[in-house]
């Protein structure tokens, strides 16, 4: 079952709570469609902006499933560069070829496997902001880093990269996840208190830069996201929504993180 209707202003969106899955390199056709039809018989009355981010493979399948309905689509990275010699990786304008509204950017799965610094990050960035696309910036610390109390040095050290290189105005009407990287896949997800200080350090941040951007901007939380733990989180108003992982594969567990969201 579809939900058929016109797609939603960003003035619409921006008022509302975002719900982003990530498939991580999960999927096969047969079992995306599964899915997908479970999140949209389970999602007839939204209280949230819902996003799907898959991998690059099933853009195609994705954008045709969810086409007229009030779910979002997008990616989970994206190349620095326009185009060019770069065997192996896809453009911002590949994306928009099919439908991509969002792109995750940054997240610590592919910085640390990949050798990612906030640079090249910081470079994703401004390239999906070129193309109309609305960057998902994933920021967070070890728990290392977190035991030592540097987690604020940590995770505005990733956001100053790209008020340095492009300026405050960057952020404008965009995405910044939280996923502090010690609770991603762990179950140990961050309490409310722990999210909600990291949450308005980032705000404060980025208005230090920009205080229109920082009022436009959306911070999400990420990280073991359940339908248990996102009743708390999803209730505190600095939170604006979360990037879910795990949950995400099972229709069930995220629709339930969706309803959890306050009308």
């Given at each position: 079952?579809?939900?058929?209707?016109?797609?939603?202003?960003?003035?619409?969106?921006?008022?509302?709570?975002?719900?982003?899955?990530?498939?991580?390199?999960?999927?096969?056709?047969?079992?995306?469609?599964?899915?997908?039809?479970?999140?949209?018989?389970?999602?007839?009355?939204?209280?949230?902006?819902?996003?799907?981010?898959?991998p690059y493979p099933y853009l195609a399948q994705i954008q045709s499933f969810l086409q007229g309905t009030h779910l979002a689509w997008g990616a989970q990275n994206v190349a620095k560069?326009?185009?060019?010699?770069?065997?192996?990786?896809?453009?911002?304008?590949?994306?928009?070829?099919?439908?991509?509204?969002?792109?995750?950017?940054?997240?610590?799965?592919?910085?640390?496997?990949?050798?990612?610094?906030?640079?090249?990050?910081?470079?994703?960035?401004?390239?999906?902001?070129?193309?109309?696309?609305?960057?998902?910036?994933?920021?967070?610390?070890?728990?290392?880093?977190?035991?030592?109390?540097?987690?604020?040095?940590?995770?505005?050290?990733?956001?100053?990269?790209?008020?340095?290189?492009?300026?405050?105005?960057?952020?404008?009407?965009?995405?910044?996840?939280?996923?502090?990287?010690?609770?991603?896949?762990?179950?140990?997800?961050?309490?409310?208190?722990?999210?909600?200080?990291?949450?308005?350090?980032?705000?404060?941040?980025?208005?230090?830069?920009?205080?229109?951007?920082?009022?436009?901007?959306?911070?999400?939380?990420?990280?073991?996201?359940?339908?248990?733990?996102?009743?708390?989180?999803?209730?505190?108003?600095?939170?604006?929504?979360?990037?879910?992982?795990?949950?995400?594969?099972?229709?069930?567990?995220?629709?339930?993180?969706?309803?959890?969201?306050?009308?």
């Amino acid at each position: 079952m579809t939900i058929t209707s016109a797609p939603l202003s960003y003035q619409q969106i921006s008022g509302r709570k975002t719900i982003i899955a990530n498939w991580k390199m999960h999927g096969n056709l047969a079992r995306n469609q599964h899915l997908v039809e479970k999140y949209l018989d389970g999602l007839q009355s939204l209280h949230a902006n819902v996003v799907v981010c898959v991998p690059y493979p099933y853009l195609a399948q994705i954008q045709s499933f969810l086409q007229g309905t009030h779910l979002a689509w997008g990616a989970q990275n994206v190349a620095k560069f326009e185009e060019g010699a770069y065997t192996g990786e896809v453009s911002a304008e590949m994306l928009r070829d099919f439908g991509a509204q969002y792109v995750i950017i940054g997240h610590s799965e592919r910085s640390t496997a990949y050798c990612e610094s906030d640079e090249n990050i910081a470079e994703k960035f401004m390239m999906a902001k070129r193309h109309g696309l609305t960057p998902v910036l994933c920021v967070g610390e070890t728990l290392l880093e977190r035991e030592a109390g540097v987690m604020e040095r940590v995770v505005g050290r990733q956001l100053e990269t790209i008020v340095r290189l492009f300026g405050g105005e960057a952020f404008a009407d965009t995405i910044v996840s939280y996923e502090p990287i010690w609770a991603i896949g762990t179950g140990l997800a961050a309490t409310a208190e722990q999210a909600v200080a990291m949450h308005q350090f980032i705000r404060d941040t980025i208005a230090g830069a920009s205080k229109s951007a920082a009022a436009s901007l959306k911070i999400l939380y990420g990280g073991s996201v359940n339908p248990q733990n996102a009743i708390q989180l999803l209730h505190q108003k600095e939170i604006d929504g979360a990037l879910v992982g795990r949950c995400s594969l099972e229709a069930g567990q995220f629709i339930k993180i969706c309803q959890s969201v306050p009308s």
